[in-house]
């Protein structure tokens, strides 16, 4: 039968986790633990963040980055993109309003796992010195990589809409007070990077 | 699905006491609607409809050649016949065969003596022994579940 991805890249990354056993399988575990409790807001938040991880750490990246980082030129495709990972238990809260960003960058900034993913998200998507604001031609992978890597820990980020390509941790910069360059400057890590 | 089973396995009787211990197609077996395709007779097959001449209604035979095995289907999400729609395309898998060889249970060896000495009704089935979850995003981008949906052993039992 004709392929029901269509142009749909992310379906069609979809199936091709699917069709691989690990990938299946990490992906049938992260959805139930994610999905646990009657209502979106109900599930265990540190179960859920856990099992994202051990999905990206031990799935193989040639399937499990595609389905984050499928590019799409709908609604229907980037909504099926902001969807991946189970948004409502990892990333938001549903009902409440988002924090300050420097809530979770201290969090980070004190975890142990949290912390050097940070270091190394910024390490290899930083600009390259003196080029403006574009991104080295090597790193554009590895950027990649380091983000995916932030998936499940205090800084989870994820795309902000269905309409771009926009990502970022479930932050403000609303309520940032007197450090509220400080709030901005790591949201920009986010959306102003052009590696991501 | 229970008596579905039970009519499969009551229509394997005629087959295990007529035939050599193979699997052989009794005379009588169900083909329900004309065949487009044979089923192998390998391991674990994924079977696939040939590109082109897919029909909605096309049938196995009901007795498949070969012993007691897993079977993997890929369908769109539709077809599980469940009521949900997806994008998104799955593996279900199931078990078929025949159980000539007997049960590997308790229960599945007495059950087999038994109904071989006409004391107890039906047949030693191909069965799951083990479930595994299937998930995907559905059309309106909602995640969902189906705990134990899809087989992931399969063993002669009652």
């Known amino acids: 039968s004709a392929s029901s991805a269509g142009g749909n890249r992310c379906v069609a990354a979809a199936e091709a986790c699917t069709a691989d056993a690990q990938c299946r399988q990490l992906r049938t575990e992260y959805v139930a633990r994610c999905l646990v409790g009657a209502a979106p807001g109900d599930c265990v938040r540190s179960r859920c963040r856990r099992a994202l991880r051990r999905f990206f750490a031990r799935g193989p990246a040639a399937l499990t980055h595609p389905l984050l980082f499928c590019s799409c030129a709908d609604p229907a495709c980037a909504e099926r993109r902001r969807q991946t990972f189970v948004p409502a238990c990892a990333f938001a809260s549903p009902g409440r309003a988002p924090p300050s960003c420097l809530a979770p960058l201290e969090r980070c900034e004190r975890s142990p796992l949290c912390r050097p993913r940070l270091l190394a998200f910024q390490a290899a998507c930083a600009p390259a010195p003196g080029s403006g604001n574009s991104c080295p031609q090597d790193r554009g992978r590895l950027c990649l990589h380091a983000y995916a890597r932030l998936v499940g820990t205090a800084v989870t980020p994820n795309y902000v809409d269905n309409a771009s390509a926009r990502v970022a941790p479930w932050c403000d910069c609303g309520a940032s007070g007197n450090r509220h360059e400080e709030c901005e400057a790591f949201r920009g890590l986010f959306i102003r990077n052009s590696c991501l | ?158």
């Open chain 2, 1 to 158: 699905m229970e008596a579905r089973r039970l009519l499969l396995c009551v229509l394997l009787l005629p087959a295990l006491w007529q035939s050599l211990g193979e699997g052989l197609d009794p005379p009588g077996a169900l083909v329900v609607e004309k065949e487009f395709l044979e089923q192998t007779a390998e391991a674990g097959r994924t079977w696939r409809p040939h590109q082109g001449s897919y029909h909605p209604h096309v049938r196995l035979r009901r007795a498949p050649a070969g012993p007691c095995q897993l079977w993997s289907l890929t369908l769109r999400v539709a077809e599980l016949g469940l009521g949900y729609t997806s994008e998104e395309k799955v593996l279900f898998r199931y078990c078929a065969g025949s159980c000539h060889r007997g049960a590997r249970t308790q229960h599945g060896l007495a059950l087999a003596w038994l109904q071989g000495q006409g004391r107890a009704h039906g047949q030693v089935c191909c069965r799951p022994t083990r479930y595994t979850d299937v998930a995907f995003l559905d059309d309106r981008h909602h995640w969902q579940r189906l705990p134990q949906l899809s087989a992931a052993a399969c063993g002669c039992g009652g």
